[in-house]
């Protein structure tokens, strides 16, 4: 496997080994000296045609600590903003001698396109298009509640039997849907929780659980994982709820039912948080709270991505 464009592709056994490679990354972190070797002479390209300060920032501290060049290649200002097409940007970065590009695109299925094409010979990572998926961003996910479930001991873990509920903008959200197949191939059980707007359609042919009420999901399923999903307003161009504070009341983490979760479960959330709308101060900061560790989590997940894809080791994805 040349590419990670979805969560879709990936098996059970595939998964496992990305979140074992990111185990041993993780302890590269907790070294005096953060780097390693592995991609010296490589040229990492981060490809954003969206905004997104953290999963770029990311990328580029993962590809650093495996010694690669990286280029940040922003849209907003660049020949894209005059109409270069994606085809055009693609074979400038093929010239520029790109072994890999992570790519972020407004339009669902353009890494698809780009990995597809001839226009270069590099892996692409999906860092997110459209609405339809954030591979790595799932990825991380299951790594940080492998962690918290199986502590000192999660390498070789799959999360069979787990219970994951995730609230709000399924509509929006392709973290929903890449965490969905991801969660499935590990053995998780999966309930959606959203207003009967922001449920994408053909969701019920899903292998997911749905729901429009929180307190009766919370209290049916006693979750081993509750993931709170940002309110994507900017991908929003019609009422899909009453108004924020209606919203907060029936779909948001509050502290009241933090309280009511179990001890161990254990709260997410993608970021960046509204706080306050999908999810409370108290909830965020909580320590059943992952959000943190979610964001150095990402680090090493995408190290294990780009050392699979581009160290010369793609037949162990294949």
């Known amino acids: 496997m040349r590419h990670l464009l979805s969560t879709k592709d990936l098996s059970r056994a595939e998964a496992i080994q990305i979140l074992d490679i990111a185990e041993d990354m993780a302890d590269v972190q907790t070294r005096e000296v953060k780097k390693l ?3 010296r002479g490589k040229t990492v390209v981060n490809l954003f045609f969206e905004d997104s300060t953290r999963t770029r920032i990311s990328f580029e501290a993962a590809a650093k600590r495996l010694s690669a060049d990286v280029i940040n290649f922003a849209a907003k200002g660049s020949s894209v903003s005059k109409g270069e097409s994606l085809k055009d940007t693609a074979q400038t970065l093929a010239a520029m001698g790109a072994d890999g590009v992570v790519i972020r695109h407004h339009a669902s299925g353009a ?5 597809q094409s001839d226009w270069i010979d590099a892996g692409v990572v999906n860092a997110g298009d459209g609405t339809h998926e954030h591979p790595t961003q799932a990825l991380l996910d299951a ?5 918290r479930l199986h502590p000192g001991a999660s390498r070789g873990k799959d999360l069979d039997g787990v219970s994951v509920v995730i609230v709000g903008d399924i509509l929006h959200s392709r973290v929903a849907r890449s965490n969905l197949w991801l969660l ?3 053995g998780a059980q999966v309930t959606f929780v959203a207003p ?3 449920v994408p359609v053909g969701a019920s042919t899903w292998p997911v659980e749905l729901s429009f009420d929180l307190d009766a999901t ?3 399923t006693r979750p081993d994982v509750l993931m709170m999903l940002r ?3 900017e991908r929003m161009n019609a009422a899909y709820f009453p108004n924020a504070r209606e919203y907060a009341r029936q779909w948001g983490l509050s502290d009241e039912r933090l309280a009511r979760l179990r001890p161990d479960s254990i709260v997410m959330h993608p970021g960046p948080m509204n706080r306050g709308l999908e999810i409370s ?3 965020a900061d909580s320590t059943q709270s992952t959000v943190l560790e979610q964001v150095a989590n990402g680090v090493s997940i995408r190290m294990a991505v780009l050392y699979l894809l581009l160290s010369g080791e793609r037949e162990a994805l294949s």
Do not use: C, E, K, W
Not at 111 to 115: D, N, R
Not at 143 to 147: A, D, G, I, L, N
């Open 184 to 186: 499935r191939a590990l």
């Open 281 to 283: 101060a108290g909830a």
């Open 218 to 220: 919370l209290a049916a």
């Open 196 to 198: 009967a707007t922001l």
């Open 231 to 233: 309110i994507q307003s």
């Open 111 to 115: 890494p698809q396109v780009l990995a």
């Open 143 to 147: 790594f940080t509640m492998r962690r």
């Open 37 to 39: 070797p592995t991609l």
